[in-house]
């Protein structure tokens, strides 16, 4: 299903198009790192070119309604008060009270403020409209369950009132019946809005969760959750706002893994930061960064020994795509994944890796943008790589760029193997790009295969060469 929704938006580039590396320098360093650093000029145009975030997200699915998420006034409120295991308002239309318990049962605004000490406030709509609900100077606690739950909405709104600290704890170990499973939990399309702060201890499980689709137009929100740091099934969309997460699990999660146009991530503004012990960003489909700021520690970092659990920093089912923006990786595991695809079309990326810097299962594109991958074993790695503009520098202690083909092998590469410099393969392929899958090169030429000796601190530089372009066959 990936597979399928992921070709149709593109056009296949990476196999389509030609590997051309410009001003390519190769050779050993003193040590056993190695370090390839290639400036790909505009004049290596891959034939079939690179797609754009809006493309992507045109093709998946919809965002819900997020224009109206600050549109109310004042005389829209209905006041809740929190004090201790006390709650009163100040209209009761639509609002149930048991305890220290309150249920919003009808589509409105509704201002949070005070101390619930151990309770639960819980949206439960059937109602067309949207719920809203402004934290201004809110502190909710649960000892049992999750503190603030959206059982059922039509839409739901949670606003950070301007300069108001807020904040959200959970139990330590939810009921195996309770269906909450996040200091903030809805079963409705979220939106998150306004500059106040929000601080959130998901100590059972997951921070912040939505079953459907979650956007965050703005705020500050500190995350330190068991588990997940913030988790929209649908969807995951960041336009703005300064979010800090540290989490057990992964720290962005979108998983819908059933549909083809959900399960994505984009990130289009404000700063991220996350330092998780899993994935850092991990979307079932695509993920998208597209002028956010974001800076991942992944695993505990490059010099951790990669457990095994999957401590990617950006992973993704179909798309990886830095469009722009500044993405900073370092991780145990790869820094930038995909199961197919990754595009790097702009923005400034850098990555340091206790593996593959850059790894997709398919594709590598790069055709704009800054990336330095400083650290890792591989540095570049997928069955075709295609560098047609911007900055590259890797460095890797084996291979700078490992492009083989799977049925290639080391035998079959001699003959096909292009000088870095450019010269042209044996069998009149494109110039700069190599056949075969096992090309060794050092400052002193060419040393054996791996596992047949060779200098120490080779770099095993693995080319492919791409099908040639529709034009090209032409006759």
């Keep these: ?165 807020n904040s959200l704890t959970d139990t330590s170990s939810y009921a195996e019946d309770d269906e909450a499973g996040a200091a903030l939990d809805s079963s409705a399309d979220l939106t998150i809005a306004g500059t106040g702060s929000l601080s959130v201890n998901g100590n059972g499980n997951d921070g912040i969760n939505s079953s459907d689709g979650l956007v965050i137009l703005d705020g500050d929100i500190t995350i330190n959750a068991a588990d997940d740091g913030i988790r929209g099934k649908d969807y995951l969309v960041v336009q703005g706002g300064n979010i800090g997460i540290t989490a057990g699990g992964d720290g962005l999660k979108a998983d819908n893994e059933e549909e083809a146009e959900r399960g994505f991530i984009a ?7 996350i330092a998780a012990a899993g994935d850092g960003v991990q979307a079932y489909t695509d993920a998208i960064i597209n002028g956010a700021e974001v800076d991942i520690t992944a695993g505990g970092g490059s010099a951790e020994a990669i457990a095994d659990a999957s401590t990617k920093g950006i992973k993704s089912g179909a798309l990886t795509l830095i469009e722009s923006g500044t993405v900073t990786v370092d991780a145990s595991d790869d820094a930038i994944h995909s199961d197919l695809e990754v595009q790097i079309t702009g923005g400034d990326t850098t990555g340091a890796t206790g593996d593959d ?107 492919s060469r791409m099908l040639p372009s529709p034009s090209a066959e032409a006759p």
């Design 267 to 273: 990130l289009s503004g404000g700063s991220v930061s």
């Design 1 to 165: 299903m990936k597979t399928n929704r992921l070709a149709a938006l593109l056009t296949s580039s990476a196999l389509t198009a030609t590997l051309a590396l410009s001003g390519c320098s190769i050779g050993a360093s003193a040590t056993d790192a190695a370090s390839t650093s290639e400036s790909a000029a505009a004049t290596a145009t891959a034939t079939s070119g690179s797609t754009t975030a809006e493309e992507v997200l045109a093709a998946n699915q919809e965002l819900h309604k997020i224009d109206d998420a600050l549109d109310y006034t004042e005389a829209d409120v209905i006041d809740i008060t929190l004090d201790g295991d006390t709650i009163t308002t100040s209209n009761d239309d639509g609002i149930t009270i048991d305890g220290s318990t309150v249920t919003i049962t009808a589509a409105g605004t509704y201002r949070l403020s005070g101390e619930l000490t151990d309770g639960q406030v819980n949206v439960n709509s059937t109602e067309e409209g949207t719920v809203r609900l402004v934290l201004a100077d809110a502190d909710l606690t649960s000892t049992t369950t999750s503190p603030l739950v959206i059982t059922e909405a039509d839409n739901a709104t949670v606003v950070l009132a301007d300069g108001s600290p």
């Design 357 to 463: 810097g850059v790894h997709a299962d398919e594709a590598i594109l790069v055709t704009g943008g800054n990336v330095v991958i400083s650290t890792s074993y591989e540095a570049m790695e997928s069955a075709y790589v295609t560098i047609a503009g911007g900055e590259v520098d890797l460095t890797g202690t084996d291979d700078g760029i490992n492009a083989s083909v799977g049925s290639a092998t080391e035998d079959s590469s001699a003959q096909n193997t292009a000088a870095a410099e450019g010269g042209a393969p044996a069998d009149g392929g494109p110039a700069g790009a190599a056949q075969g899958t096992d090309t060794d090169a050092t400052a002193g030429g060419m040393p054996p295969a791996r596992g047949q000796g060779g200098d120490a601190g080779a770099l095993r530089l693995m080319l």
